[in-house]
């Protein structure tokens, strides 16, 4: 399962790398979308102490039944990590109510399991494991911030989202030694932010990137002493959130109609060179006039005083030297 998320979560990290770079999205245009949002996760789950506690309970015990050297040499452990991390995966139902404000509905689903093995001194290994499982339902609403409040030259259409958490069956800690239910509160578990890029837009699909921190705590009956060696007897609390980076991929169902793009610099059209225009001849001739008016008449009265340069045309012509002789 961790290995299809990271590949998908690898492929939409590419798809973006490949956005038109000379637009800009002013808007997501869709009226009801439905989305899925990938994300790599770092729980806050601050109760791993009580089970690295018990691997190193264990690994002593081992190590104390060790007869000589040798069998001491077998007794071996490796540590959980000290880091949750997990990739969640969200999906659900979006509506733009209003333009640039956004209600969502969505489902989704948190799974973490950590293991380690322990060898004793016959080397025989032994697995210690615990899971832990959300399955938490939202609420979120999501406004798109104006881009005339953005400082960026280049920004794009930034977000900001909130969202109320709920819990559902199947939210639980199971462990080598025992199993703890969540108890699902209709009040909601907790909250979480998120701030959000609109990467690119394309053909009714929508790519946010987004980071974002959730706090999702839970109870239960429970004792978390039920599910492993030496814990605490008081009723078990823990937190399913944390911080998240996310990619959000939405597809319109129904969309408005689509605004045009903007260039992404709109600096490029002002230092864009001009267009050389060549010249009548009439504007040959003013511009050759000069300040003093002359020569400047339009190409109407040029032609008015065309007649006046045909004047010599219609006088008679010189009689030759030979013919005015004879006629003296």
Same mark, same amino acid.
């Not at 948190?110 to 697995?127: F, G, M, P, Q």
């Given at each position: 399962?961790?290995?299809?998320?990271?590949?998908?979560?690898?492929?939409?990290?590419?798809?973006?790398?490949? !956005? +038109?770079?000379?637009?800009?999205?002013?808007?997501?245009?869709s /009226?009801?979308?439905?989305?899925?949002?990938?994300?790599?996760?770092?729980?806050?789950?601050?109760?791993?102490e009580?089970? %690295?506690?018990?691997? $190193?309970t264990?690994?002593?015990?081992? /190590?104390?039944?060790a007869?000589?050297k040798?069998? @001491?040499?077998?007794?071996?452990?490796?540590? &959980? %990590?000290?880091?949750?991390?997990?990739?969640?995966?969200?999906?659900?139902?979006?509506?733009?109510?209003?333009? +640039?404000h956004?209600?969502?509905?969505?489902?989704?689903?948190?799974?973490?399991?950590?293991?380690?093995?322990l060898? $004793?001194r016959? #080397?025989k290994?032994?697995?210690?494991?615990?899971?832990?499982?959300?399955?938490?339902?939202f609420?979120?609403?999501r406004l798109?911030?104006?881009?005339? =409040?953005?400082?960026?030259?280049?920004?794009?259409?930034?977000?900001?989202?909130?969202?109320?958490?709920?819990?559902?069956?199947?939210?639980?800690?199971?462990?080598?030694?025992g199993?703890?239910?969540?108890? #699902?509160?209709p009040?909601?578990?907790?909250?979480?932010?998120?701030?959000?890029?609109?990467?690119t837009?394309?053909?009714? &699909?929508?790519?946010?990137? $987004?980071?974002?921190?959730?706090?999702?705590?839970?109870?239960?009956?429970?004792?978390?002493? $039920?599910?492993?060696? +030496?814990?605490?007897?008081?009723?078990?609390?823990?937190?399913?959130?944390?911080?998240?980076?996310?990619?959000?991929?939405? &597809?319109? =169902?129904?969309n408005?109609p689509?605004?045009?793009?903007?260039?992404?610099?709109?600096?490029? #059209?002002e230092?864009?060179p001009?267009?050389?225009?060549?010249?009548?001849?009439a504007?040959?001739?003013?511009?050759?006039?000069?300040?003093?008016?002359?020569?400047?008449?339009?190409?109407? @009265?040029?032609?008015?005083?065309?007649? !006046?340069?045909?004047?010599?045309?219609?006088?008679?012509?010189e009689?030759?030297?030979?013919?005015? !002789?004879?006629?003296?």
């Amino acid at each position: 399962m961790k290995n299809f998320l990271k590949i998908l979560f690898a492929l939409l990290i590419v798809s973006t790398a490949y !956005a +038109d770079e000379e637009v800009r999205v002013e808007h997501d245009n869709s /009226r009801l979308s439905i989305f899925m949002q990938p994300a790599i996760s770092f729980l806050s789950f601050d109760e791993r102490e009580y089970f %690295q506690k018990a691997i $190193d309970t264990i690994y002593a015990d081992f /190590r104390a039944q060790a007869v000589d050297k040798e069998e @001491s040499l077998s007794v071996a452990k490796q540590n &959980f %990590q000290k880091v949750n991390f997990c990739f969640p995966v969200m999906g659900g139902i979006q509506f733009q109510v209003h333009k +640039d404000h956004f209600l969502s509905a969505g489902i989704g689903f948190i799974y973490d399991k950590e293991s380690v093995v322990l060898t $004793d001194r016959k #080397n025989k290994a032994h697995n210690y494991s615990y899971t832990i499982q959300g399955v938490p339902m939202f609420l979120e609403y999501r406004l798109a911030i104006p881009t005339s =409040l953005i400082t960026l030259s280049n920004g794009s259409l930034f977000s900001i989202g909130v969202r109320w958490y709920w819990t559902l069956p199947g939210t639980e800690i199971y462990t080598t030694w025992g199993k703890l239910e969540a108890e #699902n509160s209709p009040l909601g578990a907790g909250f979480g932010v998120s701030l959000g890029y609109l990467v690119t837009s394309w053909n009714g &699909f929508n790519i946010y990137g $987004d980071i974002g921190f959730s706090s999702i705590s839970v109870e239960s009956k429970e004792r978390f002493a $039920d599910i492993v060696p +030496d814990g605490p007897e008081e009723k078990a609390k823990w937190n399913i959130g944390g911080l998240q980076l996310q990619i959000r991929v939405s &597809f319109g =169902l129904w969309n408005k109609p689509k605004e045009p793009l903007l260039p992404k610099s709109r600096t490029e #059209n002002e230092t864009a060179p001009a267009i050389p225009v060549e010249s009548t001849p009439a504007q040959g001739n003013a511009a050759a006039a000069g300040p003093t008016g002359e020569g400047t008449g339009t190409s109407e @009265s040029t032609t008015a005083k065309e007649p !006046a340069a045909e004047a010599p045309s219609a006088q008679e012509p010189e009689q030759p030297a030979s013919e005015k !002789a004879k006629a003296e």
